[in-house]
């Protein structure tokens, strides 16, 4: 059994170092000495993130039916950005390292006087803006007509095609289109293991309303429901704020905005932004495109260029959260009695890369190995199972590490009265369970 011990926030360090050991993430091109700002999903943090995206999908697209889906191009007409102001103003301030060359974020550093990697004084260079997308070209020809961008977010792919997915959706607003897909960010200094990175995905909703003072009301529902939706899934509370932006701290064209920040191991950090975006984005491509993008009221008898509620939610910097608040180091006694230390990663059952391990008891038993297998395919179609099989003891330690919230071993009373030892992950409570309500028994509780 566990034994009471103060808390202990996980360092970064050891999230780095489980994500890599249990295959959750990698150093994407590692055998060459990686690329910074890039990251690989091993087979079990795919898993964990497509979860984490299929969560976000079904409460905010599948359970309303004013939401509808899209996916946009990740390159899209270079004039795009041109209108929503990524050409102009998308920049971060980096300054130089005169002595050991190394570059940094002006706003990032808390010493400005000294370099913070080689300690030299007054080093630095002349601060300057640095554009933050990724350039690419279109075409045989590699001249100025052929320039393009990664797209640095997802929005603006639903911004100018805002009129053709109300005709084809058959919506008016007040209705929203939501998306989940790839970002680039040329980040001057990325860090963090994925909190600060160049390749990233976004979930995104634009919600658009009209112009008939229930705006806010609409910005302040999507509020409460993020709120909903990290509970739901056991983030912390303690460790999550929505932060209230001040007049100073917004852009001059939203009217509120809340970031959602979550206390990581160096400190808070954004993982979500929800603003109120009024009709700023709209204008901008009907200027630039010379395209109407107005709907047809049919109370007023109008057209209007709706008002924009946007939830903007990195799906990388979630993944790192769950990991980070789900991670427990504990002590416990083993079978023997003696004290031992135990890393837990207490994932909500939903979000669980896997959800029930099956073990066989001893591999050199062909009935029970066959058994087990059995047993873990049957419980395949309903939920994300694994087999393993070795000592029962590290069996349990690897599924710990790994988040899996129950494991189920068959044993030599399985052959006889068809039951199974079914493990909780948290409490260590084991129960006897009959192989004919092993799924319903899996099924309350996850």
């Given at each position: 059994m566990a034994t009471t011990s103060p808390e202990r926030r996980v360092t970064l360090e050891e999230i780095t170092a489980l994500a890599k050991r249990r295959g959750f993430v990698f150093q994407s091109s590692e055998i060459y000495g990686g690329l910074a700002g890039f990251w690989d999903f091993g087979p079990l943090g795919a898993v964990l993130k497509r979860n984490i995206k299929n969560a976000?999908?079904?409460?905010?697209?599948?359970?309303?039916?004013?939401?509808?889906?899209?996916?946009?191009?990740?390159?899209?007409?270079?004039?795009?950005?041109?209108?929503?102001?990524?050409?102009?103003?998308?920049?971060?301030?980096?300054?130089?390292?005169?002595?050991?060359?190394?570059?940094?974020?002006?706003?990032?550093?808390?010493?400005?006087?000294?370099?913070?990697?080689?300690?030299?004084?007054?080093?630095?260079?002349?601060?300057?803006?640095?554009?933050?997308?990724?350039?690419?070209?279109?075409?045989?020809?590699?001249?100025?007509?052929?320039?393009?961008?990664?797209?640095?977010?997802?929005?603006?792919?639903?911004?100018?095609?805002?009129?053709?997915?109300?005709?084809?959706?058959?919506?008016?607003?007040?209705?929203?289109?939501?998306?989940?897909?790839?970002?680039?960010?040329?980040?001057?200094?990325?860090?963090?293991?994925?909190?600060?990175?160049?390749?990233?995905?976004?979930?995104?909703?634009?919600?658009?309303?009209?112009?008939?003072?229930?705006?806010?009301?609409?910005?302040?529902?999507?509020?409460?429901?993020?709120?909903?939706?990290?509970?739901?899934?056991?983030?912390?509370?303690?460790?999550?704020?929505?932060?209230?932006?001040?007049?100073?701290?917004?852009?001059?064209?939203?009217?509120?905005?809340?970031?959602?920040?979550?206390?990581?191991?160096?400190?808070?950090?954004?993982?979500?932004?929800?603003?109120?975006?009024g009709t700023y984005d709209l204008d901008a491509h009907m200027r630039i495109s010379g395209k109407d993008l107005r709907f047809f009221d049919e109370e007023t008898k109008t057209h209007q260029t709706p008002l924009l509620i946007e939830s903007s939610a990195g799906m990388d910097r979630t993944m790192l959260t769950v990991l980070v608040d789900a991670y427990d180091r504990e002590q416990v006694v083993d079978q023997n009695g003696k004290p031992a230390d135990r890393t837990v990663l207490r994932f909500h059952p939903k979000l669980s890369p896997v959800q029930a391990a099956v073990f066989s008891l001893a591999r050199n038993k062909p009935d029970l190995v066959e058994r087990a297998r059995n047993i873990e395919r049957a419980l395949r179609p309903h939920f994300r199972t694994q087999y393993d099989e070795g000592n029962i003891g590290a069996l349990y330690r690897r599924q710990d590490e790994i988040g899996t919230p129950f494991c189920i071993t068959v044993d030599y009373e399985t052959l006889d009265d068809a039951s199974v030892t079914v493990r909780d992950r948290d409490s260590m409570r084991q129960d006897r369970i009959g192989e004919a309500h092993l799924r319903n028994y899996l099924e309350e509780r996850t």
């Open positions: 976000w999908w079904h409460d905010t697209v599948e359970l309303r039916d004013d939401v509808v889906a899209f996916d946009s191009s990740i390159v899209m007409h270079p004039s795009t950005w041109e209108a929503s102001g990524h050409v102009a103003a998308f920049h971060d301030v980096m300054v130089d390292c005169r002595v050991c060359k190394h570059r940094f974020r002006y706003d990032h550093l808390k010493d400005t006087s000294r370099c913070p990697d080689c300690g030299s004084k007054n080093s630095f260079t002349e601060p300057r803006n640095f554009n933050l997308m990724l350039k690419t070209s279109v075409g045989p020809m590699e001249d100025t007509s052929a320039l393009a961008y990664l797209r640095p977010e997802t929005a603006q792919g639903i911004f100018v095609n805002f009129k053709n997915v109300y005709q084809a959706a058959r919506k008016r607003p007040p209705f929203g289109i939501a998306q989940i897909g790839k970002a680039f960010r040329n980040e001057i200094t990325p860090g963090n293991l994925i909190f600060r990175v160049r390749e990233f995905e976004q979930a995104e909703l634009e919600y658009f309303v009209p112009e008939d003072g229930k705006d806010m009301e609409a910005f302040h529902e999507w509020v409460e429901r993020r709120k909903t939706w990290y509970a739901s899934y056991g983030i912390s509370s303690e460790r999550l704020r929505f932060y209230e932006l001040k007049p100073e701290e917004r852009p001059h064209y939203a009217k509120a905005g809340i970031d959602v920040e979550y206390e990581f191991p160096w400190g808070w950090g954004e993982l979500e932004s929800i603003a109120h975006r």
